[in-house]
């Protein structure tokens, strides 16, 4: 039995088991945004605080900040978002689907660089126009390829005066609230060279094919994490944040390893010395998980420039004065939390011959830890000493209490949100004070004495 899971099969279970849906559902939908529903956010919230208590719990040489979402506009020309940051579109002209060139080029084995103009792109697809089809509706007539940009723009302050002035943005990416605040930082922490600034927070981008369900959103969340070095030693602890950041996933999300894979940038932007992606075995292929890149000392330089405030650091025991370099972790939250449903993704046989889909979390990211049931809903006194239970190992564990349809019923659904032990309390267990665990992924049973679960679960779910 396959364990690798198409893309309709994880849309369909984020669905039905209340992980992700599509946004504004009961009014058609909107495109590429989507809501997480009870079991989604507690993995994205359990993915968040992993990625926290690595990146800036453990680390004294990281601090983590909370940058607002709107920002001077003058930022976003300072960063060349306003000037570059495009994707290049052309429309089909028989279905009018809106097109990524350079994924429609890839796809037919032709690399487009992102640097490239409009002419030059225009030039390339027309050469390439024969191995190209809609992938809409078949169709191989397009329009002229436009660069299309991606920021989002808003409108903000009093109606009369300040709108259509100038326009704000919502934030492409959090990482420029951390680069206009590496001063505050610097001055008001205990933190010298080499610190880093981590931050979790929404960006915004007017993304033109956003078809891989929440792989590519126009909401999402990044986690990012800036590092600032002398320029002597960015690519060494370059090279180190590369191991720290492939050892996250293996580590602290228990991923498997054959599902995560390296990509090195081949086209570099000019301030870039090294760029690497992460990438993971989506259902549709190895793509981009985090980008660690070694971004030299572009981002002070252009915050120098536009905002006319010196952003160098002096090192306070050799005097030397430089502009920091910068290495770069940055991944989305939802194509994290894609990653992790389609990583712990398993079919399988029972050895009654059933089939069962079963979602192998590591415990820590698993939306719920221990769901307790009572044998029947109809025998008052079950369910009493079930939610009695439950009271108790709720204050400790992310539990869930279940009583709808029969005990077979209720595994299958918990093994669908990935719960790592379900406790049914039977009519035994009046007597004997004990209950049975059944274990999510050997699907054992084993009797524990109430009086114990607490330990119990203490240790297996540390
Ligand atoms: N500060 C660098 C930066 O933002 P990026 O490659 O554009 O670089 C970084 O984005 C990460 O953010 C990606 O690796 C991906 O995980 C996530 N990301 C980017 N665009 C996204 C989108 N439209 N939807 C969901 N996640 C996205």
């Not at 983590?64 to 495009?86: C, K, T």
């Not at 126009?129 to 723009?153: E, H, M, W, Y």
């Amino acid at each position: 039995m396959s364990n690798q899971p198409t893309i309709e099969e994880i849309v369909s279970l984020c669905k039905r088991r209340g992980f992700v849906f599509p946004s504004s559902e009961i009014y058609g939908g909107f495109a590429a945004v989507y809501d997480y529903g009870s079991y989604g956010v507690e993995l994205e919230n359990n993915i968040k605080k992993a990625w926290w208590k690595y990146m800036v719990q453990v680390r004294e040489d990281i601090v983590g900040l909370d940058s607002s979402i709107f920002m001077s506009p003058r930022i976003w020309e300072a960063s060349g978002h306003v000037g570059g940051f495009s994707d290049p579109l052309a429309e089909c002209k028989k279905c009018h689907a809106r097109l990524r060139v350079d994924h429609l080029l890839e796809e037919a084995g032709v690399m487009a660089d992102e640097k490239m103009s409009e002419e030059e792109i225009n030039k390339l697809f027309s050469e390439n126009k024969a191995k190209i089809k809609c992938p809409t509706c078949g169709a191989q007539d397009f329009s002229d390829v436009k660069k299309f940009n991606l920021l989002v723009k808003s409108n903000l302050g009093n109606f009369t005066e300040d709108w259509n002035k100038e326009p704000v943005y919502l934030r492409g990416e959090t990482c420029q609230g951390i680069y206009v605040n590496f001063k505050n930082v610097l001055d008001s922490s205990r933190v010298k060279i080499p610190f880093g600034i981590a931050q979790v927070g929404k960006a915004f981008r007017n993304e033109i094919t956003a078809r891989q369900f929440i792989f590519r959103t126009r909401e999402f969340e990044q986690m990012e994490m800036q590092y600032f070095t002398n320029p002597a030693d960015e690519m060494t602890a370059y090279e180190k944040l590369r191991e720290y950041r492939w050892n996250f996933y293996l580590a602290e999300l228990g991923f498997k390893a054959e599902n995560l894979k390296w990509h090195q940038h081949e086209n570099l932007v000019f301030y870039a010395k090294e760029a690497y992606d992460i990438e993971f075995n989506y259902p549709f292929g190895f793509k981009e998980l985090e980008g660690v890149h070694a971004r030299g000392d572009y981002d002070l330089t252009q915050h120098t420039k536009f905002s006319g405030k010196e952003l160098s650091y002096t090192d306070p025991f050799t005097n030397e004065k430089y502009i920091p370099h910068i290495i770069e972790s940055s991944v989305g939250v939802g194509r994290t939390v894609l990653a992790a449903i389609c990583d712990a993704y398993t079919q399988e046989e029972t050895a009654g011959g059933e089939k069962r889909v079963v979602l192998k979390f590591k415990p820590s990211l698993a939306p719920v830890k221990v769901a307790v049931f009572p044998l029947m809903k109809n025998k008052p006194e079950l369910v009493a000493k079930a939610k009695e239970i439950f009271d108790v190992l709720k204050m400790e564990f992310m539990c869930e209490f279940d009583d709808n349809g029969n005990v077979g019923k209720r595994y299958r659904r918990q093994d669908e949100i990935g719960t790592p032990y379900c406790v049914t309390v039977d009519f035994e267990s009046l007597e004997d004070g004990a209950v049975t665990v059944r274990d999510r992924d050997t699907m054992t049973q084993e009797r524990i004495k109430i009086a114990e679960l607490q330990k119990y679960f203490g240790e297996k779910l540390k």
